[in-house]
């Protein structure tokens, strides 16, 4: 197990799982907004995770997080 989990650099991975979920929530907004009318306050609200869901994975993807890539 401890081989296994060396293998992968786990903030890394955390960040893009964290970024799959969170293209999933927008998705089912971008697909209910379709059928509705969404308002301002809720763009702004999807768009602010967005940007706070890129902005964690670019901090996971900077130089000297400590993974074997770096």
Do not use: N
């Not at 991975?13 to 998705?27: E, H, P, R």
């Not at 869901?53 to 000297?64: C, E, I, K, P």
Request: proline share 4%; net charge positive; glycine share 8%.
């Amino acid at each position: 197990m401890s081989r296994w989990l060396a293998r992968y650099e786990l903030v890394r991975t955390a960040a893009f799982w964290l970024a799959v979920s969170v293209l999933a929530l927008v998705a089912a907004f971008a697909f209910a907004s379709y059928y509705s009318k969404p308002t301002p306050g809720g763009i702004a609200s999807a768009a602010a995770l967005i940007v706070v869901t890129a902005a964690g994975l670019a901090y996971a993807w900077r130089a000297g997080v400590g993974g074997p890539a770096d």
